[in-house]
């Protein structure tokens, strides 16, 4: 069976969020547009945040864990060259996605395309 590649990579970089994080997570788990890959980069979070993430089961869910803060704009971009979907979307790690937030906007880029 011949492996297919998200269509959308959500990027998430997460610094001392652990009590966002479950429900950030979450909100894309749940997420009525299935093809998805979460790049979760954890940017050297003093708090539980890298112990919950290292938790996580779900394959769709590629982990990266950083010992120090590179900064935002640093961990999006190594995020970015880890992505492998036809679109990119970002999620930070405190907040949550509408449970059909990835699938109207794959539609209104399709639709913008053509």
């Known amino acids: 069976m011949p492996t297919t590649l998200p269509k959308v990579s959500v990027l998430m970089t997460i610094y001392n969020h652990q009590d966002f994080l479950k429900k950030s997570i ?15 980069c954890e940017n050297g979070s003093e708090d539980n945040s890298s112990n919950y993430l290292k938790k996580i089961k779900d394959k769709r869910i590629r982990k990266f864990f950083f010992k120090k803060n590179i900064g935002r704009t640093k961990c999006l971009n ?11 979307a970002i999620l930070d790690s405190d ?3 509408h449970p059909k937030r990835l699938d109207k906007q794959v539609k209104h880029l399709k639709k913008k395309r053509k």
């Open 95 to 97: 907040d949550i996605a």
């Open 26 to 40: 979450s909100s894309i788990t749940k997420q009525s547009f299935k093809n998805w890959e979460l790049i979760a």
């Open 78 to 88: 190594f995020a970015l060259k880890k992505a492998k979907g036809e679109y990119i």
